[in-house]
């Protein structure tokens, strides 16, 4: 037993450099908590919300563009009624077509 400690000295005595490079390149890299699987992780949800955040504002700008055209065109309230609510006047049917099965 006292030979292989001495062994085991001598061994830790000549590489503990690499020893502790080596223990402190795997706790950093797998076991803190702003390690590169921690890292790995908050991008993935970085680039979710970012295609999340460039979808709102592709719905913000088109949603501009009609409240632009509502404001200039009084014609246009009429046409998002019937579009978007199924409003219709009083001599009218409106008949919904769908796809769904």
Do not use: C, H
Not at 16 to 43: A, H, T
């Amino acid at each position: 037993m006292k030979k292989f400690f001495n062994g085991l000295m001598r061994v830790l005595g000549r590489y503990k450099y690499l020893i502790v490079v080596i223990v402190g390149v795997l706790w950093v890299s797998l076991l803190d908590e702003n390690s590169w699987r921690r890292r790995v992780q908050l991008q993935g949800e970085i680039d979710a919300l970012t295609e999340e955040y460039q979808e709102y504002a592709r719905q913000n700008a088109a949603d501009s563009v009609l409240l632009d055209n509502l404001k200039r065109n009084p014609k246009a309230y009429e046409r998002v009624a019937r579009e978007r609510y199924f409003m219709k006047a009083d001599d009218e049917d409106v008949f919904v077509l769908s796809d769904d099965e």
